[in-house]
Nanobody, 127 residues
Framework: QVQLVESGGGLVQAGGSLRLSCAAS????????MGWFRQAPGKEREFVVA????????DYTDSVKGRFTISRDNAQNTVYLQMNKLKPEDTAVYYC????????????????????WGQGTQVTVSS
């Protein structure tokens, strides 16, 4: 398993932007499919976005489509989540997750699909 560390969270006004980073270490990252999940206060953790290890395919939950963009730099062992037009309902702890995959274009959307998790980074969007 890889070790994952998120960064980039913070406080931003509605309509603003943040970029989250997830740095991986410990073993090869190249064949790891990655995802971002979030957990708002009083709610269960939910899927946000996923990307295959090739970077060619991805999936987004409907509420963030057109606003969030996932990308990865395999040479830097890092996954990014660019979040634009942020809304108060995006307020949550954001978690990076990863899993090895034999298929370069497969991505995963369930929590149970992933076996490596970061500690989370807080994103707060004020109205």
């Amino acid at each position: 398993q890889v070790q994952l560390v998120e960064s980039g969270g913070g406080l931003v006004q509605a309509g603003g932007s943040l970029r989250l980073s997830c740095a991986a270490s410990g073993r090869t990252f190249t064949n790891y499919a990655m995802g971002w999940f979030r957990q708002a206060p009083g709610k269960e953790r939910e899927f946000v976005v996923a990307i295959s290890w090739s970077g060619r395919t991805s999936d987004y939950t409907d509420s963030v489509k057109g606003r969030f963009t996932i990308s990865r730099d395999n040479a830097q062992n890092t996954v990014y989540l660019q979040m634009n037009k942020l809304k108060p309902e995006d307020t949550a702890v954001y978690y990076c997750a990863g899993r090895a995959s034999a298929y370069p274009n497969d991505y995963y959307v369930r929590e149970s699909d992933f076996n490596s998790w970061g500690q989370g980074t807080q994103v707060t969007v004020s109205s």
